[in-house]
């Protein structure tokens, strides 16, 4: 009978070590990933700036030339 609640014993904490190791690892992949979108959510943004700047540009150009027109009229 001992031996039986020894064995569940040890049965029981070799499953509970597994799963926090799977656990751990999970979370460190999880902290990787997590790492790699921010880096490339970054990007995303610096690239998007630069675009809204290239779009006030243009906006100011379009606006500008619309209005030249308008006063040179037919």
């Known amino acids: 009978m001992?031996?039986?609640v020894v064995l569940t014993a040890a049965l029981l904490a070799?499953?509970?070590v597994t799963a926090l190791v799977t656990v751990l690892v999970f979370?460190?992949?999880i902290r990787a990933f997590m790492a790699e979108l921010s880096s490339a959510l970054d990007g995303i943004e610096?690239?998007?700036g630069r675009l809204?700047?290239?779009l006030k540009r243009m906006?100011?150009?379009t606006e500008a030339a619309a209005s030249e027109f308008a006063t040179?009229?037919?």
């Open 2 to 4: 001992v031996a039986l």
């Open 14 to 16: 070799i499953i509970l």
């Open 27 to 29: 979370v460190m992949h």
């Open 46 to 48: 610096e690239g998007a």
């Open 52 to 54: 809204v700047g290239r």
């Open 59 to 61: 906006q100011s150009a």
């Open 72 to 74: 040179a009229g037919p």
